[in-house]
C-alpha cells in the first residue's frame, strides 16, 4: 500500500465508524436536530406548488463522472433525484434530470426507473426523464437550457459538479421566471451560484442534502460527524500553531 494514502484511509474509516455508531444511538434517541437551511425549505414547497399546478420539477446533476474525485457531488444529485422523484410521482409532469456525463445519465435513468418500479407503475417511466445534455461544458449548457423554457419547468434545482457554465443554466432559469435552487462542490461554481442562483446552497451544505430531504438516518448522522470532524481538525490547527509558537515543531 501507498504510505501517502494511509492518512486517507485512516480518516475515511473513523468517519464511517463514527457514522455506524451515531446511526445506531439515533435508534435509541429522538432525532437530531438540524438547522434550518432555507433552500430546503423552499425545495420542499416548491415540490408542493409544481405538482399542484402541474409543471416539472428539473433537477440537473453535473458533469462529473462516477469515477471522478468529484463524484460525492454526483452522488448527492442522484439521491435528491430520487426523493424529488418519490414525492411528487403523481404530478402531470414528473420530475426531469439533465447532466453533462453518460455515466450520470444511465445511472439517472435507472433511479427513475427504480422508483417507478417500485410502485409498480413501470409503464409510466420514460428514459427521456434521465437525459443527457452535453459533453462539454459548454455543450452541457446549451443541452440544459431548453429544458428549462421548453419543458414547463417551475422550480430548476441543480445539485453537482459545474464549472462557471452553471451561470448560462441559472441565467435561463431566471428568464424563464422559474425558482432556482443550486450548490456545488466547485468554489468557482459556488461564487457564480451565490450572485446569480435565487436560493444559494453554501460550500458543504451540499453534502447536508440527504439529511435535509429525509433519506434516511445515516444521512442525518452523517452531517452530526462532519461537525465532529470539522471540529477536530480546527483543534489540530490550532494545536500545531500553538506548538509552532513554543518551538516543538
Not at 453535473?62 to 435528491?80: D, F, H, K, M, Y
Amino acid at each position: 500500500m501507498n504510505i501517502e494514502l494511509l492518512p486517507g484511509l485512516i480518516f475515511v474509516l473513523a468517519f464511517g465508524s463514527l457514522m455506524a455508531a451515531f446511526n445506531l444511538l439515533s435508534k435509541k434517541r429522538p432525532p437530531f436536530h438540524l438547522r434550518e437551511i432555507f433552500a430546503f425549505s423552499k425545495l420542499g414547497r416548491a415540490i408542493g406548488l409544481s405538482v399542484e399546478a402541474g409543471t416539472r420539477l428539473h433537477l440537473s446533476i453535473g458533469r462529473s463522472g462516477i469515477i471522478n474525485p468529484e463524484s460525492a457531488s454526483a452522488l448527492v444529485g442522484l439521491n435528491a433525484l430520487e426523493r424529488i422523484t418519490k414525492v411528487s410521482l403523481f404530478s402531470d409532469k414528473p420530475p426531469l434530470a439533465t447532466s453533462g456525463d453518460n455515466s450520470i445519465a444511465i445511472l439517472s435513468q435507472d433511479v427513475l426507473h427504480d422508483v417507478y418500479r417500485s410502485i409498480k407503475a413501470e409503464s409510466r417511466y420514460d428514459p427521456y426523464m434521465g437525459q443527457l445534455a452535453g459533453l462539454t461544458p459548454l455543450s452541457y449548457a446549451v443541452g440544459t437550457t431548453p429544458v428549462i423554457y421548453d419543458e414547463q419547468v417551475s422550480t430548476n434545482v441543480l445539485l453537482g459538479h459545474f464549472g462557471s457554465e452553471v451561470s448560462l443554466i441559472l441565467d435561463a432559469a431566471e428568464r424563464s421566471g422559474s425558482i432556482s435552487l443550486a450548490g456545488s462542490d466547485n468554489i468557482p461554481a459556488q461564487a457564480v451560484i451565490y450572485a446569480t442562483a435565487k436560493e444559494p446552497i453554501i460550500g458543504e451544505e451540499i453534502f447536508a442534502t440527504g439529511a435535509y430531504l429525509n433519506s434516511g438516518t445515516m444521512h442525518t448522522t452523517s452531517v452530526l460527524v462532519q461537525d465532529i470532524a470539522r471540529w477536530v481538525l480546527i483543534l489540530v490547527i490550532l494545536g500545531g500553531a500553538f506548538l509552532k509558537l513554543l518551538g516543538v515543531l
